[in-house]
């Protein structure tokens, strides 16, 4: 069988269902603990260097799975922000900067006003 999520040249194999009574199925060879016989790691050079791999392949599967996590966070800080950026240009600045516009508008007539009335005063002032 091939695995889907891996790619073509990842053999997969399949489990047989436990047998009624939760007992192993026949014919597997599953080393069992007993004289001479340890519980702990596999003795078998193969079997060592197939849980190396495995720890390997577990470590490897762990970081890309939090690497990947941290890029979708990312993405959605991006789009996030991005909505941010338009509602400011579209909404805001153009909002801020006729504000700026009246304010400076008021400012400019106050100080026209407030010439006009020095010269006035300074007229009046001089009869």
């Known amino acids: ?45 193969a079997l060592v260097h197939a849980e190396a791999v495995y720890g390997r392949a577990l470590r490897a599967a762990a970081e890309y799975a939090v690497a990947h996590d941290a890029a979708e966070l990312m993405g ?21 900067r006729e504000a700026l516009d009246r304010a400076e508008l008021a400012l400019e007539q106050a100080e026209h006003e407030d010439g006009v009335r020095r010269r006035w005063a300074a007229r009046t002032s001089e009869r």
């Open 1 to 45: 069988m091939i695995c889907t999520s891996c790619g073509p040249l990842t053999p997969t194999r399949r489990r047989s269902p436990p047998a009624p009574g939760g007992r192993p199925p026949p014919g597997s060879a599953r080393p069992r603990a007993g004289p001479g016989r340890s519980s702990g790691r596999p003795t078998d050079t």
């Open 76 to 96: 959605a800080e991006v789009v996030s922000t991005r909505h941010r950026v338009r509602a400011l240009r579209r909404h805001w600045i153009p909002r801020l």
